[in-house]
């Protein structure tokens, strides 16, 4: 089926006349009547009455016309939005503990191929909250279970990548007692500061990002929770300090230096969910954009490639 069917067919109904029709559309009044019979045939209905005083829709093409509506209305939507990122805009949004890993490589090196396209990256506390924001072509970058996943995507019509799964884990001092530990219960943290970037607990406690974080900041004194001005700063005080540690994300914890040196050592939380999957979100709408396409798929092998190097 051609969208110009469906274009002729919108015409059709709501002129109520085949010349008239003909006359908008600036088509043949034979072309019109052909191609609706056509359309009539391909779908197995009749979609209109014949009559001397012109024509009018049956049952099916009453229920069918608000659907044709809607398909050319998202049509017309999605050129525009592919024309609009091809000069204009791409919006990232990613979780602050995401903001240093993929992302500014990636981006990079698609602004380099695509000086003209404006690509602006936020990294917040709740990216999943810019979902509903369908005004320019972006993506929205998180962790999440496969199930909330699912359940973002269908609340807000988008398609999501899964880039690879993994699980939130504790990050420490090599020096540190819990360092010999083949895996951590929360209530073994009680006696060492936890370090996060500019989150205060009560803060914290409303926008967790993972279960586990929620879980492990009831069980957290204030006095023991330090924060610091970013990310980098977190690593950099675990790594002089064994008696702190960090919420990290295995495998994407592996982008630190100090994880590869040894100076700092990954280890398990038990007892508690701390599964969750990387997850790339993109509105469905947006999904014919060529260079939105391009972003994806980009990120995609940037993902692969990092979990071969670890």
């Known amino acids: 089926m051609k969208l110009q069917a469906l274009e002729y067919f919108i015409a059709l109904a709501e002129s109520r006349s085949i010349n008239e029709a003909a006359r908008r559309l600036y088509v043949a009044q034979p072309s019109l009547t052909k191609a609706l019979q056509h359309l009539e045939k391909e779908l197995g209905v009749q979609l209109f ?3 001397k005083t012109g024509i009018t829709l049956t049952q099916a093409g009453e229920k069918i016309l608000p659907e044709a509506r809607q398909v050319v209305q998202y049509y017309k939507g999605w050129l525009a939005l592919g024309k609009e990122a091809q000069n204009g805009t791409i919006t990232v949004y990613s979780h602050i503990s995401l903001s240093n890993f ?3 490589d990636v981006l990079l090196d698609f602004k380099k191929r695509h000086p ?9 506390l709740k990216p999943e909250e ?10 929205v970058l998180f962790i999440c279970g496969q199930e909330e996943a699912r359940e973002w995507a269908e609340r807000y019509d ?3 990548f899964t880039l690879f799964q993994g699980e939130y884990g504790c990050l420490v001092n090599r020096n540190s007692p819990l360092a010999q530990k083949a895996s ?6 009680a006696d060492f500061y936890f370090i996060c970037p500019e989150l205060g607990p009560e803060e914290a406690k409303n926008n967790a ?8 900041l009831r069980g957290t004194s204030p006095r023991r929770v330090i924060q610091v001005e ?3 700063a977190v690593i950099h005080t675990i790594r002089h300090h064994p008696d702190s540690y960090a919420l990290s994300y295995y495998p994407a914890l592996n982008r630190y230096e100090g994880v590869s040196s040894g100076q700092l050592v990954y280890v398990p939380i038990r007892g508690a969910n701390t599964q969750g999957d990387l997850c790339l979100f993109c509105p469905r709408r947006a999904q014919r954009s060529p260079l939105l396409q391009e972003l994806i798929e980009d990120l995609d092998n940037a993902a692969k490639a990092f979990l071969q190097r670890n």
């Not at 003209?116 to 917040?124: D, G, K, L, S």
């Not at 990002?209 to 492990?216: A, C, N, T, Y």
């Open 184 to 189: 951590i219960g929360l209530e073994e943290l």
């Open 230 to 232: 970013s990310v980098d």
């Open 116 to 124: 003209e396209v404006i690509v602006n990256h936020h990294a917040v």
């Open 209 to 216: 990002s993972s279960p586990v974080l929620e879980q492990l």
């Open 49 to 51: 009455h014949r009559e």
């Open 102 to 104: 993929l992302l500014p």
């Open 158 to 160: 988008c398609a999501y």
């Open 130 to 139: 810019h979902l509903k924001d369908l005004s320019s072509p972006l993506l």
